[in-house]
């Protein structure tokens, strides 16, 4: 379900993730574990009830993040693909259907575009003059498929921009020192074993960049201002969910919106 603001919740955690950008009219963070309900091992702020959560503590858990950040999170069905999808005031209705997509935009204040992730890359975007946001879910396979190209192309055509003008950023993520991957993954990006993104690590495994993977092509689609990307969900098990790491666990989201005015 898609969660809308409640009273009488916590406000927002200090733990929590935020861009250091600055985009006047644009809200962004990522939750972290802190400031949830759930327990174990989906403790605290799980926000997917598909994983097998209880499914009350997740609708409590999602209205903290609706509260916190004063606008309404549209969760998504995602399937690691490259689908983008533009996200209206309808969207927000507690009978709205859920998007299949791996990225969301708005023009619309109030609406949070939310990426879910428990290793894969959340990568939040901002037009200039908060004409347009967007969220994108990037694991290796729709990075490699463009989900960041395709969520870039929907901003700058709802913002009349250009990539340039857009500032991008990558939250948490499984880091360069814990991501092994096989051949396949190199592969489909065309990169050569061995080169800057992809470390030799054992008989057909490799260390695999995803931070630096998206760096690479959003500077490539001409984005120029790109931060974040510095923290490992693998490494630290107290601040945050990881799959690779626990196989059960819950689920983190980045989010970005337009504020609303008054």
């Given at each position: 379900?898609?969660a ?26 990522m939750?972290?574990?802190?400031g ?21 503590a ?8 609706a509260?916190?950040?004063?606008a ?16 209206t005031?309808a ?5 709205a ?16 575009c939310?990426a ?34 395709a969520?870039l192309?929907?901003?700058?055509e ?61 500077h ?8 974040g990307?510095r ?32």
């Amino acid at each position: 379900m898609n969660a809308a603001p409640a009273a009488g919740v916590p406000a927002r955690p200090s733990e929590w993730l935020a861009p250091d950008w600055q985009v006047p009219g644009v809200g962004a963070l990522m939750t972290t574990r802190a400031g949830g309900v759930s327990a174990a091992p989906f403790g605290r702020l799980n926000l997917r009830a598909a994983v097998g959560d209880d499914a009350a503590a997740v609708a409590h858990n999602q209205r903290i993040v609706a509260q916190a950040i004063g606008a309404t999170p549209v969760y998504l069905n995602q399937v690691h693909g490259r689908e983008v999808v533009r996200l209206t005031a309808a969207d927000t209705r507690p009978d709205a259907a859920i998007y299949t997509a791996d990225a969301s935009i708005t023009t619309e204040p109030g609406i949070a575009c939310a990426a879910q992730v428990a290793d894969c890359l959340p990568v939040l975007f901002a037009a200039p003059g908060a004409r347009a946001v967007g969220a994108a879910h990037a694991g290796w396979r729709g990075l490699a498929l463009g989900v960041l190209e395709a969520t870039l192309h929907r901003v700058c055509e709802a913002a009349a921009c250009e990539p340039h003008e857009v500032q991008a950023w990558l939250g948490a993520c499984i880091g360069p020192t814990r991501f092994e991957v096989g051949p396949d993954v190199p592969a489909a990006f065309e990169a050569a074993p061995g080169s800057a993104r992809f470390r030799p690590h054992g008989p057909g495994k490799w260390l695999a960049d995803l931070p630096g993977l998206a760096r690479d092509r959003l500077h490539a689609a001409g984005v120029l201002d790109v931060s974040g990307g510095r923290w490992c969900t693998v490494s630290a098990p107290s601040q945050f969910f990881s799959f690779r790491r626990d196989r059960v666990t819950g689920r983190m989201a980045a989010l970005v919106w337009i504020e609303r005015l008054g």
